[in-house]
C-alpha cells in the first residue's frame, strides 16, 4: 500500500509522522510557518522554518498528486477499462510523471490513426504480426480488405488496399508502443542518462544574437546543465536566435532514417519481441518500431524532459532570488539616526531627502553638481545646510548613474566639514523608482514628487532596509538571476515566504511600522495591517499588546498568529517589547513568583536566567522547549538576529574601470549571487564577477556558502575589459593576474555571468548605467 502524505512526508523531512501530521494540523488551520515553528514546538516535534517551508511546498504538490490521482481512477472507470491490476498501478504511483504514463491510453484525445484504424478492424492484424513475424505482411493484409464505411465517430476510409491495411496496423502497434508505461519509464531513464541538449543558431541570427555567441554550437548532457546555461539556451530559443534540440550521446546528431537503430530503439523492440531473424514480418516490425520511436516516443519524452530542465532550472534560479532576498532583507541596519538620502542623476539633478531617526521626511531639495549645470560648490553649501539643520550623521547615496561623481561631492562634503561628523555610504537603489510611483508611496508621500520619493526611500533603506524594502514588490529588488524567465506565481510564492520569514525573524515595532511592513507579520494581511496604522493615527500609540484586540477586525486567531511578532517599546509591559508570546505571560509570571523577582530586574541578568532549570515549570501546554525559549528571550529580549552595521570603502583614485589595473587589492560590497559566482560593487560603476573558482581556496559547490549579498569583501582584480566592461575579480588574494594571451579558466561562465547582465538591461531600462555588469543590469 502506498504511504499516506504525512508518513512521506515524515521521511523526506527525516521526521516522525507524528510531528508531520501536527504541522499539517495547524497549516490548514491557518497557521503561519513563522508561528508554528516559533511557538508551535511541542506539537511540531520543533520542526524548523526551513523544514516547514519545504512540508508545505511539498504537502501542495502531494495533495495535488492525490487530487490528479482521483480524477484518473474515476475517468478510467467511467470508461469501463478499469482492472484490478491497473487500479492497482494507478493506487501505487508515487509522482505525477508515473500515473499520468498510466493514463495515457485511456486519456480522451482526439481521433488518432490508430483508432480509425481500429475501427476498421485492423487490430487483429497488428496482432498477427507482431505475434507471428513468419507471417507475410502483404499476403495477410489482402484479407483485412473493406470498402469506406461511416461510423458514430465518422467517416471511416476503409482498407482499400494492403498498403492501407499494413499502414493502419502499424498505426496501432506505435500507439501500443508509446503508451507501455514500463516502457516509457525505461526509455525515460536512458534518455536522461545519455541525453544531449544541443544548440545551433539560426542561419542569418549571428549578429542580431551576438549575446548567445557561446551556444551557437553547443551542448550538454542534460542531467549536468546548470540552471543558468539552461535558461540562456531556452531565452535563446524564445527569442528565436538558436535551436534547442536533444539527441543521444550515441548518435552525432538527430537520427537519419537510414541510422542503425540506437539503444532506445533496441528497447522497444526487446519488450515486444521484436527481432530481426529473416522472417517475413522482420523488416516491418523493425521499421514499425523506429517509426514509434522517432515520431511518437522521442518527441514525447523530448517534449517531457526538456520541460523538466526548465522546471529544475527554474526552480534553482528562484532558490537563488530568494537566497540572495533574504541576505539584502537581513542586511545590518544603520540604525535610528538622521539620514540624508541622495539620488544621483546628471541633467535632471541630484534629488535630496532628509528624514529624522524615526525616518519622517523633514526636509527635500534638488542640486545640481554635475553637467550641464557643473554647481558644485552651489550644490556643497545646499548640503552643508541641511546637515546642519537637522544634524544629519548619515550621507546614503544612490548607486545609480552619477553615483560615483555624487560620491565625491559627499567625500568633498566631509572633508570641509568635519565639525558635522558625517559618514557617507552607498547603497543599492534597486526598485526605488518602483517604490516611487506606487499607489502606497503616493499615500505615504503625497506632497513630495515622484522623483523626490527615491532619495526618501534610499535615505529609509540605509536606516531599516527590511523596513523600506518591504514597501517594493521583492520581483523589483532584482537580486535574482534570469527572474523574468521563470514560473511567476511560483517565484512570487517563494520569494513572499522569504519576506515573511525575515520581517518575523526581526520583529516589528508596532508603534512606528508602515502598512506595508505590518502585513507581513504571521498572521495579518494588509486589511487588517491598515486597520492598526488607522486605529495608532486616530488614538495614538499603543500601549499594550492587548491594546491591539480594539483594532477592527484583529480577532482572537489573528492577534494569537501575530502577537508574538508585534512589539511595543516602552510599553506598560517590558515583556510587550520582546518575542514572548502574551500566551506565555502566565509562565514568566510562574517563574518571577519562585524566584521572587521582578520582571524589570531579570531581563538581562543572564547569570540569574541561565540558573533557572526550564523542566521544573514545563506543564502540558508549554513543554521545555518553549520555556527554553521564554529564558533566552528574557536573557536579551527583542534581540535582532542581524549583524552589526558595517561599510565597504573604496579606493580613492579607482573610480572608473579605466582605472583599474591587475593585481589591485580592493574592498567591495556583494550585490548579488548567481550559480556561477557572485557580482562585487568596487565602485567603478561596474560590478566585477568572482567566478565561482576563485571564490576560495577549497571546493565551492555553492556560492552561497561563502557569500551573500551586503557582504563587505576583499578582492583582487585579475582581468580588465574596458571595451566590453567586464572586470574579473578572485577572492583568493594569492592569485596571479593572467599573462597576456593567456586563457582565463573562468571565461566561458564569465560569458554567462556578462549575457545575464545584457539580457537583463534590455529587460530594465531602469538600471542602464547604473552599476555595473551584473547587478547593476539585473536589478529593475
Known amino acids: 500500500m502506498l504511504p499516506s502524505i504525512e508518513q512521506r512526508l515524515a521521511v523526506e523531512l527525516a521526521a516522525k509522522p507524528a510531528q508531520v501530521a501536527a504541522a499539517i494540523a495547524l497549516l490548514d488551520e491557518g497557521a503561519t510557518v513563522p508561528f508554528i515553528a516559533r511557538y508551535r514546538k511541542e506539537a511540531t516535534g520543533g520542526l524548523d522554518d526551513i523544514q516547514l517551508r519545504l512540508l508545505e511546498e511539498r504537502l501542495r504538490y502531494l495533495r495535488e498528486l492525490e487530487d490528479r490521482r482521483a480524477a484518473i481512477i474515476a475517468s478510467i472507470e467511467e470508461q469501463g477499462k478499469m482492472t484490478p491490476e491497473l487500479l492497482d498501478a494507478v493506487t501505487h504511483a508515487e509522482d505525477k510523471t508515473r500515473l499520468e504514463d498510466l493514463y495515457l491510453p485511456y486519456k480522451p484525445k482526439r481521433r488518432t490513426k490508430a483508432q480509425i484504424a481500429a475501427e476498421a478492424g485492423l487490430t487483429a492484424l497488428a496482432d498477427a504480426l507482431l505475434a507471428d513475424a513468419t507471417l507475410n505482411p502483404e499476403e495477410e493484409a489482402a484479407k483485412y480488405l473493406k470498402p469506406a464505411f461511416s461510423t458514430a465517430n465518422g467517416d471511416n476510409p476503409g482498407v482499400p488496399d494492403a498498403k492501407a491495411a499494413l499502414d493502419g496496423a502499424r498505426q496501432i502497434l506505435m500507439e501500443r508502443f508509446a503508451e507501455d508505461a514500463t516502457l516509457l519509464q525505461s526509455l525515460r531513464e536512458y534518455l536522461t542518462d545519455h541525453g544531449i541538449v544541443e544548440s545551433k543558431v539560426v542561419d542569418g541570427k549571428q549578429d542580431a544574437g551576438e549575446k548567445f555567441a557561446d551556444y551557437f554550437d553547443y551542448s ?333 477586525r484583529l480577532g482572537d486567531k489573528t492577534f494569537e498568529q501575530a502577537a508574538g511578532f508585534l512589539r511595543i517599546m516602552g510599553g506598560e509591559n517590558p515583556l510587550d517589547a520582546s518575542a514572548v508570546h502574551p500566551e506565555s505571560y502566565p509562565v514568566v509570571q510562574k517563574i518571577l513568583a519562585d524566584i521572587r523577582k521582578d520582571v524589570k530586574s531579570v531581563i538581562g541578568d543572564g547569570r540569574l536566567l541561565k540558573s533557572v532549570n526550564p523542566a521544573k515549570y514545563a506543564d502540558e501546554k508549554f513543554g521545555v522547549p518553549t520555556i527554553t525559549d521564554i529564558l533566552k528571550e528574557l536573557e536579551k529580549p527583542g534581540r535582532d538576529p542581524r549583524p552589526e552595521f558595517t561599510t565597504a570603502t573604496f579606493k580613492e583614485g579607482v573610480e572608473d574601470i579605466g582605472d583599474l589595473r591587475p593585481d589591485m587589492i580592493l574592498e567591495g560590497v556583494v550585490t548579488n549571487v548567481a550559480a556561477f559566482g557572485a557580482f562585487v560593487d568596487i565602485g567603478v560603476h561596474q560590478d566585477g564577477l568572482v567566478h565561482i573558482s576563485a571564490l576560495s581556496n577549497t571546493f565551492v559547490r555553492d556560492p552561497h556558502t561563502v557569500v551573500k549579498a551586503g557582504q563587505v569583501v576583499k578582492v583582487k582584480v585579475l582581468e580588465v575589459d574596458v571595451k566590453r566592461k567586464r572586470i574579473a575579480l578572485t577572492m583568493r588574494l594569492s592569485d596571479a593576474a593572467p599573462t597576456p594571451g593567456s586563457r582565463p579558466e573562468q571565461r566561458g561562465d564569465r560569458n554567462d555571468a556578462r549575457r545575464l547582465s545584457q539580457h537583463q538591461n534590455a529587460r530594465q531600462p531602469e538600471a542602464a548605467g547604473a552599476m555595473a555588469a551584473a547587478f547593476a543590469k539585473l536589478k529593475r
Request: aromatic letters at 4%; proline letters at 5%.
Open 220 to 552: 550538454e548532457t542534460i542531467s549536468t546543465i546548470p540552471s543558468h546555461r539552461a535558461l540562456a539556451l531556452f531565452r535563446g530559443r524564445r527569442e528565436e536566435v538558436l535551436t534547442v534540440s536533444l539527441r543521444l550521446d550515441s548518435e552525432e546528431e538527430k537520427p537519419k532514417w537510414d541510422a542503425p537503430h540506437n539503444p532506445c530503439e533496441s528497447r522497444i523492440a526487446a519488450r515486444f519481441g521484436v527481432s530481426q531473424k529473416g522472417r517475413p514480418a522482420d523488416k516491418w516490425l523493425a521499421d514499425t518500431v523506429r517509426w514509434a520511436w522517432r515520431v511518437k516516443v522521442f518527441m514525447h519524452l523530448e517534449t517531457e524532459l526538456m520541460t523538466a530542465l526548465r522546471e529544475r532550472a527554474e526552480t534553482e534560479a528562484i532558490n537563488v532570488f530568494a537566497r540572495n532576498l533574504k541576505d539584502l532583507l537581513l542586511a545590518a541596519p544603520a540604525g535610528p539616526r538622521a539620514t540624508m538620502g541622495l539620488d544621483p542623476g546628471l541633467r535632471t539633478g541630484v534629488k535630496v531627502a532628509v528624514v529624522d531617526a524615526t525616518g519622517k521626511v523633514v526636509d527635500t531639495a534638488t542640486i545640481y553638481p554635475h553637467q550641464p549645470r557643473n554647481d558644485w560648490e552651489g550644490s556643497l553649501h545646499a548640503l552643508a545646510v541641511l546637515a546642519q539643520k537637522h544634524n544629519v550623521a548619515l550621507i546614503s547615496i544612490g548607486n545609480g548613474t552619477a553615483s560615483r561623481e555624487t560620491d565625491k561631492l559627499a567625500q568633498d562634503l566631509i572633508k570641509r566639514h568635519p565639525e558635522l561628523k558625517l559618514t557617507k555610504i552607498v547603497v543599492s537603489e534597486a526598485g526605488a523608482s518602483v517604490y516611487s510611483a506606487s499607489e502606497f508611496a503616493s499615500r505615504e508621500l503625497p506632497e513630495l514628487d515622484v522623483s523626490l520619493r527615491g532619495a526618501v526611500s534610499i535615505a529609509r533603506r540605509l536606516q531599516d532596509p527590511l523596513a523600506e524594502l518591504v514597501k517594493i514588490d521583492p520581483k523589483s529588488i532584482g537580486v535574482g538571476q534570469y527572474q523574468h524567465d521563470v514560473g511567476q506565481a511560483q517565484l512570487a510564492r517563494s520569494l513572499d515566504a522569504v519576506v515573511e520569514d525575515c520581517v518575523n525573524a526581526v520583529g516589528v515595532d508596532v508603534n512606528t511600522a508602515s502598512a506595508p511592513l505590518l502585513a507581513r507579520v504571521s498572521g495579518l494581511n494588509a486589511s487588517v495591517a491598515q486597520s492598526i496604522v488607522n486605529y495608532r493615527d486616530m488614538k495614538g500609540m499603543f500601549a499594550s499588546r492587548a491594546d491591539l484586540k480594539q483594532v477592527p
